[in-house]
């Protein structure tokens, strides 16, 4: 079974294609990461395989279903999204922002019962963010907020949930704890991961399957030894990068050495 079916997707913005005919698909329980340089476009990946962008052709499946046939609140409670930089200008309390996770299951004027606050209560408790709960978003560290927006698309409890570099603001305990919450979702309860990284030894660590994207165009996907390669590295990045395996981690791993130009 597949939590997402994509089949020769393009999309553009304007005249030029962004992304050039896309064929991949995530199983579901699986971990996958999206790496590739900036403005290779997987942010505006993602964006389509949320729903927020239409391409220009192509098909998509999500859980076997046509994407264009969700209705968006019944997307929104099988796949939680977590968007690059999250601006909220507004004075909401992390409690409040954590809580519009569970409007998916509301209807209008339908007040929050108990299940939705053990739910927020419980994904606040996972993302080590319950001590901040009664604070204004407007009044906490990006990496804090980064956290809260998680913990928000954790409350409508998806079966996947895709996010735009989770770790980027993050210090590398921060960075570290929301990979394992992540991994701990994905072998606990079977969540669906997929999530666009820049660091290659971390996608390595902790990712069943990797996709490599270079200008719009997917160069590998699998598992992390086929996809980290010294010749894909090149042909991606334009980078020599020394390979090998971390004797700690026992994950590929890339030492970068020149660029070539
Ligand atoms: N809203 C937009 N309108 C027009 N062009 C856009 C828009 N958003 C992104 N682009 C362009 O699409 C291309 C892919 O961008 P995208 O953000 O998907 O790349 P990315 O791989 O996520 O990059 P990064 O690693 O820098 O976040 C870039 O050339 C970018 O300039």
Known sequence: ?????V???EFGYRESLILKGLTFSVKKGE????IGPNGSGKSTLLKILNNLYR????????????????KRKDLAKIMGFVPQDTIIDYEFTVEDIVMMGRNPYKGPFQKENREDYKIVDDVMNMTNIFKLKDRLITEIS???????IIAKA???????????????????????DVL?????????????????????????RYSDDIILL???????????????????????????????????????????LKLIR
Do not use: C, W
């Open 31 to 34: 971990f996958v990461s999206i």
């Open 154 to 176: 954790l409350a409508q409890n998806p079966s996947i949930i895709l996010l735009d570099e989770p770790t980027s603001h993050l210090d590398i305990n921060h960075q570290i």
């Open 214 to 256: 270079n200008e719009g165009e997917i160069i590998e996907s699998g598992n992390p030894e086929d996809v980290i390669t010294a010749k894909n590295i090149e042909k991606a990045y334009n980078l020599n990068a020394a390979i090998e395996i971390n004797k700690y981690t026992n994950t590929v791993s890339i030492t970068p």
């Open 1 to 5: 079974m597949y939590s997402i079916e």
């Open 7 to 9: 089949k020769n997707l």
């Open 142 to 148: 990006g990496g804090e907020r980064q956290r809260v």
């Open 180 to 204: 394992n919450l992540l991994k701990k979702l994905n072998s606990e309860r079977g969540t669906t991961i997929i999530l666009i990284i820049h660091d290659i030894n971390l996608a390595a």
């Open 55 to 70: 391409p220009n052709d192509g098909n998509i499946l999500i859980n076997g279903k046509v994407i264009e046939d969700y």
